[in-house]
């Protein structure tokens, strides 16, 4: 086949000795082209032709000795797939013709209506076409590759994930079964130790002396703390799991931020640090889980006062509208700017102990942005070493009501901390 569309090789199939003289004929000195025509007189010299020449196009009478109609277009099609043809008819049979290029023959022409110009043009056009339909099918084939190619991907990406997704549902479920048993075990030993730690503090095995008096104290204080870590170890795990679910009601958002403060009045007046709430007169009506936004609120207000030894903390309750807003700005030692983005990560402490001696477990912080985030809303931290801290919260104030079973909060710890003095005055953030 030329590349080259100047020079053109034609296969003529042509069983009349003057039809296809004529033709060869015409197609002679045609301006700037050259064809070199070759004859067949019949289907069988055409395949043998097509056997050892790459033709650029057919012209085919459709009735030859050894085929005839519409079937010699089909036979030729078979025998050349690739071959443009155009059909040389007689004005009797171009209804042949016509189903031919139905089929897919590029043109046909009637014998008797010759010329020059008609007939250079329809083979010139029907190469042309030929290529079009051939590159057409290329880049088809080539797209139905690509798609099938994606396709295989997707399905085995899918099938993975399915099947992460099934090795996740079980281990999840494990998880849960696991969850719940070191919940029963460690907390039924705990409550019996509490239990007898209370025994002795009300005497009943007798008096104490002020040596066991004090062995008692440290005795509870770290029964307390171990409960605190126990619960908020099964906590973390219960968030991340995604089994703890969320009891939406209606409730006062500013009351419930001034209740929780007010619960760390006296430590803060012990300590002798300014503790005040800014809220506006009217109530905050919101729709959320009143118990985890007092536990975020205790995490808040109760770092605020562990890490304040001095100055004054200013919880301010903001309505933004479609939310709510409270942000806790204390004066305390503040947090390093290199620790500030790991701050509502698990088990990221920034002080070696905090003023009152008394070390948390350091997941206060990530339980309480896992509460936040459950209610659709965000947190968000700045602070300053040595000036102060502010830690922010915003969430809708109406949350869609999307998990409304219970949760089971009933160990949850009440507020952690009562602090020691010193500090300065507060950094500022933004949301
Ligand atoms: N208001 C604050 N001022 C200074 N540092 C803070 C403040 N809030 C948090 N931090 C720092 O971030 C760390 C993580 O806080 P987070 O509440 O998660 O843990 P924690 O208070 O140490 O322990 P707990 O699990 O008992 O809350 C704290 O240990 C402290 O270093
Ligand atoms: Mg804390």
Redesign the pocket.
């Known amino acids: 086949m030329a590349n080259d569309l100047t020079q053109l090789s034609v296969l003529l199939l042509e069983d009349v000795a003057g039809d296809a003289r004529n033709v060869r004929e015409l197609l002679c000195g045609a301006d700037g082209y050259c064809f070199a025509v070759s004859v067949a007189t019949t289907l069988a010299e055409a395949a043998t032709a097509v056997g050892m020449t790459a033709f650029d196009v057919c012209l085919a009478d459709l009735n030859l000795p050894d085929s005839r109609g519409l079937e010699t277009y089909a036979r030729m099609q078979a025998l050349a797939p690739h071959l443009p043809v155009v059909v040389l008819t007689g004005y009797d049979d171009r209804h042949f013709a016509t189903l031919a290029v139905h089929r897919g023959a590029q043109d046909y022409l009637v014998k008797g209506q010759l010329t020059h110009d008609l007939l250079v043009r329809s083979v010139l056009y029907a190469i042309e076409r030929k290529r079009g339909e051939e590159e057409l099918r290329r880049l088809n084939s080539r797209l139905n590759a690509i798609v099938s190619e994606r396709t295989a991907e997707l399905e085995h990406i899918v099938k993975r994930l399915e099947l992460e997704i099934a090795e996740r549902a079980k281990a999840e479920s494990a998880k849960d079964d696991f969850l719940s048993r070191v919940s029963h075990e460690l907390r039924l030993p705990l409550s019996i130790i509490k239990e007898a730690i209370s025994l002795l503090n009300d005497r009943v095995p007798g008096e104490l002396t002020a040596r066991q008096e004090h062995i008692l104290v440290v005795a509870r204080r770290n029964v307390n703390r171990l409960g605190?870590i126990i619960n908020?170890l099964l906590n973390i795990a219960k968030i991340e799991s995604g089994t703890l679910e969320l009891h939406l009601e209606p409730f006062d958002f500013g009351a419930l931020v001034a209740d929780v403060a007010e619960d760390f009045a006296e430590g803060a007046r012990r300590k002798g640090i300014g503790l005040r709430v800014c809220r506006g007169p009217e109530p905050l009506p919101i729709q959320a889980d009143p118990q985890c936004i007092e536990e975020v609120m205790m995490?808040l207000i109760?770092?605020?006062m562990?890490?304040?030894a001095a100055g004054h903390i200013t919880i301010t309750v903001t309505d933004c509208g479609h939310e709510v807003e409270c942000v806790v700005a204390?004066t305390?030692?503040?947090?390093p700017a290199a620790g500030l983005p790991r701050?509502f990560e698990k088990f990221?402490?920034?002080?070696t102990a905090?003023a009152t001696g008394e070390?948390?477990?350091?997941?206060?912080?990530?339980i309480t942005k896992n509460l936040v985030e459950m209610h659709g809303g965000r947190i968000w931290a700045d602070?300053a070493v040595g000036v102060g801290?502010r830690?922010g919260f915003r969430i809708p104030k109406n949350r869609p009501n999307r998990a409304l079973e219970s949760a089971d909060w009933s160990g949850r710890p009440p507020v952690?901390?009562t602090m020691p003095p010193g500090g300065q005055d507060g950094a500022a953030t933004a949301p």
Not at 359 to 366: D, E, V
Request: charged share 20%; net charge positive; glycine share 18%.
């Open positions: 605190r908020d995490n109760g770092n605020a562990k890490f304040t204390d305390g030692v503040g947090i701050v990221e402490q920034f002080h905090a070390r948390g477990t350091g997941l206060g912080l990530a602070s801290s830690f952690r901390n």
